[in-house]
């Protein structure tokens, strides 16, 4: 058994798919397929369903993915392990991102990491589902480590770091009956409609959550994913909407308000498992964040 042969398993595992996980190895398909074919015979067992349109695991492939990551995992430390006696770090970085980071200068971050350590490769991946797609990705070993936002969350395998927090404020068009104030109380947003993101968006839990404590119900007439489009949708009357507040623009056609009566602070945090060693590379990243982060809050066993 190789470990090229466990590394492309892993690839078609997590991709679901024998032409992604090719493209992501930089390898032709037809050599993804004979590695598995190859492992398969191996172990005696198959591991795939390939009878259908997406790839599944079988029994015996969900019992190998967990032993073949920990493995690549063990291969990737021994060489790390070489590459600091070397004098340098080389290898992947694989970091979840939420679709808004502004939070954090990420670009700025990445940088100074990049300068200090030219040889290891990043790979930014988001989740469709947010946040909590990449706390999913966390534990299944696809992801290293994830800026996230769990109001009131700590997945199980997952220890978390808090960044910053900002409100969520209100927006609505500037013929709204609310346009010509301030401040809104949450009681008085029932029966309105609004624009808001996914079950699984950091934003969205912190929203439903008001609302639930307020004990009313909302009405989200649709569901976006990018916070930094939500003000245009807003302008274009398909509903008002909980944004954080460093993405809504200054425009006549807006207007901007405070909710009271409701705990409506976003925070993004710095998410890792607690179920596996990080990697060299891993390790840098989190040096360079741990001069500025509290203290991390783990998960329950």
């Known amino acids: 058994m190789e470990l090229r042969h466990l590394a492309y398993f892993v690839a078609v595992a997590e991709e679901r798919n024998f032409t992604r996980a090719a493209t992501r190895l930089h390898v032709v398909q ?12 191996e172990l005696g067992m198959p591991l795939l369903d390939r009878n259908s349109k997406r790839v599944q695991l079988t029994d015996a492939g ?5 032993k073949a ?4 995992d063990a291969a990737r430390d021994a060489r790390d392990a070489v590459d600091q006696v070397r004098g340098g770090l080389r290898g992947n970085l694989r970091i979840g991102t939420m679709t808004s980071v502004d ?9 100074h990491y990049h300068r200090q350590h030219p040889d290891v490769s990043l790979h930014l991946l988001a989740a469709s589902s947010g946040s909590r797609g990449l706390a999913d990705a966390l534990a299944d070993g696809s992801i290293d480590l994830a800026f996230v936002s769990l109001p009131g969350q700590t997945p199980a395998g997952i220890e978390l770091r808090e960044l910053a927090a900002v409100p969520l404020d209100l927006v609505v068009p500037a013929e709204h009956r609310f346009a010509g104030q301030t401040m809104v109380a949450i009681t008085e947003l029932a029966g309105e409609t609004f624009v808001d993101f ?9 929203a439903d959550r008001a609302f639930a404590d307020a004990g009313l119900r909302r009405h989200v007439a649709i569901e976006i994913t990018n916070p930094a489009t939500g003000a245009d949708f807003v302008r274009h009357g398909l509903g008002i909407a909980l944004l954080p507040r460093f993405v809504i623009p ?6 901007r308000l405070i909710v009271t009566g409701a705990d409506l602070c976003w925070p993004t945090a710095l998410a890792t498992p607690t179920t596996r060693a990080p990697s060299a590379a ?3 990243l989190l040096q360079i964040l741990g001069r500025h982060l509290p203290p991390a809050q783990a998960s329950p066993p």
């Open 282 to 284: 891993t390790r840098a």
């Open 250 to 255: 200054r425009r006549k056609d807006l207007r």
């Open 30 to 41: 037809s050599g993804v397929s004979a590695a598995i074919k190859t492992l398969e015979h």
């Open 69 to 72: 990551r920990a493995t690549l």
């Open 62 to 66: 969900l019992a190998l993915l967990p």
């Open 198 to 206: 996914p079950p699984g968006y950091g934003t969205r839990a912190v």
């Open 103 to 111: 939070l954090i200068n990420l670009p700025a971050l990445l940088g």
